[in-house]
């Protein structure tokens, strides 16, 4: 059914899907990946966490369920493609997963220089990274919560490493961090001698797998990417809307509608 539905296709067209069978194409990602049984997972505790974290993204334009669920498939063909497929433990792999399917948990459809410009309670409670730490708290929100801890079965020290992953993962997502790593992963990716394995230099990649999953719509077939721009610039005027009715100031050009 994963092939059927194109899972492992970096082409994937979630609009061809209702929304109860995102939910199960969500399922089915885990499940491919085997996380189920390597880390003995409840199949009823899997089923409700995906069905949490979908409720837990509000509905707007386009920061939504279905921009999750995208970036995780497109986190899981990566991971399947070499050399990816034999670069990341378990482990890794399992808080990558969570992360690209919570990245965006509890998003407003406003960005963090919004935020700071109406002082938000999350602004002030985090001064940078606004969203994204607002976006992992989340998630552990989530976890915590009843019949909902996918890392229930883990030991001590992967439960450790799994959280530490899916914070740092989650975080990469804000841009600001992004241009400020590029230059050091770009300079690393074209070095003969770089050892993936050291830990510094695959958290980095990690850092750079979540953010070319959080946009790797530009990467999709012309109608796929079409309608999801459509969807990003309108979710930008309304924002860009906001700023000139209610706060009183132009909006940068990308937002101006």
Request: with cysteine; hydrophobic share 40%; proline share 3%.
């Amino acid at each position: 059914e994963a092939t059927r539905i194109g899972l492992y296709d970096f082409g994937f067209n979630d609009f061809l899907m209702s929304d109860d069978e995102t939910v199960l194409g969500a399922v089915r990602l885990f499940l491919e990946c085997d996380l189920i049984n390597k880390f003995r997972v409840p199949y009823d505790v899997l089923c409700r966490w995906v069905l949490s974290v979908k409720k837990n993204y509000r509905p707007v334009t386009y920061h939504n369920w279905r921009h999750a669920f995208n970036v995780t498939q497109t986190m899981f063909v990566i991971l399947k493609t070499p050399p990816f497929s034999s670069m990341f433990s378990d482990v890794e792999i399992f808080a990558m997963m969570t992360a690209s399917l919570c990245h965006d948990l509890d998003h407003r459809g406003t960005n963090n220089a919004f935020q700071s410009k109406i002082e938000s309670p999350l602004a002030r409670l985090y001064s940078t990274s606004t969203m994204e730490h607002h976006h992992f708290d989340h998630s552990i929100m989530i976890m915590n919560s009843e019949g909902n801890n996918i890392f229930q079965s883990l030991s001590d020290a992967d439960y450790r490493e799994a959280l530490s992953i899916l914070e740092d993962s989650i975080l990469s997502t804000d841009l600001a961090l992004y241009f400020k790593k590029r230059g050091s992963f770009i300079s690393r990716a074209h070095g003969d001698v770089t050892d993936w394995t050291m830990e510094d230099n695959k958290s980095l990649l990690r850092a750079m797998m979540m953010t070319a999953c959080d946009v790797s719509a530009i990467c999709k077939p012309w109608e796929v990417q079409k309608k999801v721009a459509e969807l990003v610039y309108s979710e930008f005027f309304q924002q860009g809307d906001i700023e000139r009715t209610k706060l009183h100031q132009k909006p940068i050009d990308i937002m101006d509608r």
